[in-house]
T-cell receptor, first 114, second 115 residues
Framework: DTGVSQDPRHKITKRGQNVTFRCDPI?????LYWYRQTLGQGPEFLTY????????KSRLLSDRFSAERPKGSFSTLEIQRTEQGDSAMYLC????????????FGPGTRLTVL | AQSVTQLGSHVSVSEGALVLLRCNYS??????LFWYVQYPNQGLQLLLK??????LVKGINGFEAEFKKSETSFHLTKPSAHMSDAAEYFC?????????????FGDGTTLTVKP
């Protein structure tokens, strides 16, 4: 399978715990995006990387959120001190960048904070 | 700044009937526009995209959309609905001014297909 993969698919945690999600983009794609989707809403942009550089962060990305893409390949999204409001689907997407605007989405990680 | 409005959070059609899902956008620069489909607990799958070429765009599964600049619309249609089309559909616009490529999505339209 050469699509975007995300791990885990589901995560249940208690409030206050830290969680980390992983995204593996399509191998030749240099852009990687994180989105958050809550029930009944469309995905909302969180942050994106061009290779290993994090070039933009949404105001939705509070100080408890951090994302990395250390070698320009896979990316991780960490949420510290989780809150119930963090419960959502976290989607990762990748693209070739440049003039291509087409993003390929992974299956998402569904986070439930109890 | 860019935004998307999807008119109608729920649309119900009979199998074999025309599907029309509405999308209006706002963008300060020529937009790139997309329609995605999402099945329960899955990611988004691209149906079609408009990237300033032909205004009538054909996508997968028999869907098509027409870009109308004067109406700032990009409505999605399919002549004959199939039961397998039941899903949530998202319209999105991609920014062209910063070249970031990030997308702004509408809130989605849930399509129900009745037998």
């Amino acid at each position: 399978d050469t699509g975007v993969s995300q791990d885990p698919r589901h995560k249940i945690t208690k409030r206050g715990q830290n969680v980390t999600f992983r995204c593996d983009p399509i191998s030749e794609h240099n852009r990687l995006y994180w989105y958050r989707q809550t029930l009944g809403q469309g995905p909302e942009f969180l942050t994106y990387f061009q290779n290993e550089a994090q070039l933009e962060k949404s105001r939705l990305l509070s100080d408890r959120f951090s994302a990395e893409r250390p070698k320009g390949s896979f990316s991780t999204l960490e949420i510290q001190r989780t809150e119930q409001g963090d419960s959502a689907m976290y989607l990762c997407a990748s693209s070739l960048g440049g003039s291509s605007r087409e993003q390929f989405f992974g299956p998402g990680t569904r986070l439930t904070v109890l | 700044a860019q935004s998307v409005t999807q008119l109608g959070s729920h649309v119900s059609v009979s199998e074999g009937a025309l599907v029309l899902l509405r999308c209006n956008y706002s963008s300060s620069v020529p937009p790139y526009l997309f329609w995605y489909v999402q099945y329960p607990n899955q990611g988004l799958q691209l149906l079609l995209k408009y990237t300033s070429a032909a205004t009538l765009v054909k996508g997968i599964n028999g869907f098509e959309a027409e870009f109308k600049k004067s109406e700032t619309s990009f409505h999605l249609t399919k002549p004959s609905a199939h039961m397998s089309d039941a899903a949530e559909y998202f319209c999105a616009v991609s920014d062209g001014d910063t070249n970031a490529g990030k997308s702004t999505f509408g809130d989605g339209t849930t399509l129900t297909v009745k037998p």
